[in-house]
């Protein structure tokens, strides 16, 4: 069974000799069905996607990387013993939050960031530095952040475990 669009909003879903033929109508891929559910008046399916079309995991942050800024553990500390304004927001799990966190820093965490932060933090163009456990976590945050509208968002590189490796503050 397969789905396969045959205009921009449209789906049909096929199977056998319809496949072909509705392919050769549609100039858009083939996706396999693996299951389809009815929900009222409305079919639902869950596809598969093949590998190649989801980029990995380590992908996404060197993509991120690419469209964000990155500060040192180094320029963050200067930051907080020169007492600047700015928000320091730790995007990580709240185990990893209650084990240890940088000082003055908010916790927002990555599940949550883009659903509180606008209430957290409502100005765009607030100052933000993000920071997680290693970097990766705060670098996909910050491009999402982007997306919403912050202009003045970084991560944190290296994220808490080079702080901690760099002998710096840390409060529970």
Not at 108 to 126: C, F, N, V, Y
Not at 140 to 152: C, D, H, I, T, W
Request: proline share 3%.
């Amino acid at each position: 069974m397969y789905l396969v669009r045959v205009g921009t909003s449209s789906v049909r879903l096929c199977r056998g000799l319809a496949v072909r033929r509705t392919l050769e109508r549609s100039s858009f891929p083939l996706v396999p069905c693996i299951s389809l559910f009815n929900h009222g008046n409305r079919f639902i399916s869950v596809t598969s996607v093949s590998a190649q079309e989801v980029p990995s995991y380590n992908k996404l942050i060197e993509e991120a990387k690419r469209n964000i800024k990155e500060v040192t553990v180094e320029q963050v500390n200067q930051r907080l013993e020169k007492a600047e304004k700015f928000f320091l927001v730790d995007v990580r799990e709240s185990q990893e939050w209650d084990a240890g966190r940088i000082p003055k820093a908010v916790h927002l965490s990555r599940g949550t960031l883009e659903r509180k932060i606008e209430s957290a933090i409502p100005q765009l163009d607030a100052d933000i530095v993000l920071y997680c456990a290693a970097g990766a976590r705060s670098a996909l945050s910050a491009e999402s952040l982007q997306r919403m509208g912050y202009k003045n968002v970084t991560s944190m590189a290296g994220g808490f475990g080079s702080w901690l490796n760099a002998g710096y503050r840390v409060v529970k």
